[in-house]
C-alpha cells in the first residue's frame, strides 16, 4: 500500500522560500504510471492544485504561481519536492502531496498533510 | 479556468438520501470525481470517472454526471458520512489542469 508524507518547516518568513518533501514509500517514484502533485487549502477554505510532475520529471504548474514555484524529484529518495519563493501570509495553509489514480484524472492517494504558516 | 460551483451546504437526516450538485459549462464532457473530508484529514476519493468507486468505498456512494451538473448522491446516510465533500475534474484544455469545486458541507441532523 503506498503512503505519502509531507515533511517540511512549519513556519516561514514572509519573503522567504518555502520548501515541502513528500517521501513515497511502499511504492516507486520512477513508475511511469503515475503523476505527483501538490494541493494545498488554507484552514477553512477549498483546496487548489499547485502544481504536478512525471516519472520522466515534466512538470505542470497552476499559473497563479506559476512564477513562484518549482517542483522536482529526488529518485534516489523516493522524493518530489515543491519550493515556493517570496511567500506572503496568503501562502498559509495546509499543503498536501498526492498521487494521480492510475489511468484517471483524480487522486487516490494522499500524505497527511502539513501546515505551514507565513508570518514574521 | 473553469469554474466547478457546488451549494456551500446540505443537511439530511440519518437514514435519508443526500445529493450534492457540481454545476460548470459542459461538465457532462468531462470526468468528474469526489472526495470527502472531515475536519483535520486529508481528502479521500470516495467517487472517480463520473461513478466508479475506489476499492473500501460503500456503494452507498453513487456519481453521476450530464450536461451542466455532476451530482454525488449519498443513499442511507450514516453520522458517519459528515464532512465537507470536494468535486474536481481534470481541465486538460486549462491553464490549471485540476479543478476542484468549492465544496459542500454535509450536515447529518
Known amino acids: 500500500q503506498v503512503q505519502l508524507q509531507e515533511s517540511g518547516p512549519g513556519l516561514v518568513k514572509p519573503s522567504q522560500t518555502l520548501s515541502l518533501t513528500c517521501t513515497v514509500f511502499?511504492?516507486?517514484?520512477?513508475?511511469?504510471?503515475?503523476?505527483w502533485s501538490w494541493i494545498r487549502q488554507p484552514v477553512g477554505k477549498g483546496l487548489e492544485w499547485l502544481g504536478r510532475?512525471?516519472?520522466?520529471?515534466?512538470?505542470n504548474y497552476n499559473p497563479s504561481l506559476k512564477s513562484r514555484l518549482t517542483i522536482s524529484v529526488d529518485t534516489s529518495k523516493n522524493q518530489f519536492s515543491l519550493k515556493l519563493t517570496s511567500v506572503t501570509a496568503a501562502d498559509t495553509a495546509v499543503y498536501y502531496c498526492a498521487r494521480r489514480i492510475y489511468g484517471g484524472d483524480g487522486f487516490d492517494i494522499w500524505g497527511q498533510g502539513t501546515m505551514v504558516t507565513v508570518s514574521s | 479556468s473553469y469554474m466547478l460551483t457546488q451549494p456551500p451546504s446540505v443537511s439530511v437526516a440519518p437514514g435519508q438520501t443526500a445529493s450534492i450538485t457540481c454545476g460548470a459549462n459542459n461538465i457532462g464532457r468531462k470526468h468528474v470525481q469526489w472526495y470527502q473530508q472531515k475536519p483535520g484529514q486529508a481528502p479521500v476519493l470516495v467517487v472517480y470517472d463520473d461513478r466508479d468507486r475506489p476499492s473500501g468505498i460503500p456503494e452507498r456512494f453513487t456519481g453521476s454526471n450530464s450536461g451542466n451538473t455532476a451530482t454525488l448522491t449519498i443513499s442511507r446516510v450514516e453520522a458517519g458520512d459528515e464532512a465537507d465533500y470536494y468535486c474536481q475534474v481534470w481541465d486538460s484544455k486549462g491553464d490549471v489542469l485540476y479543478v476542484f469545486g468549492t465544496g459542500t458541507k454535509v450536515t447529518v441532523l
Open positions: 510532475m512525471s516519472a520522466t520529471e515534466s512538470t
Open positions: 511502499g511504492g516507486s517514484i520512477s513508475s511511469g504510471y503515475y503523476y
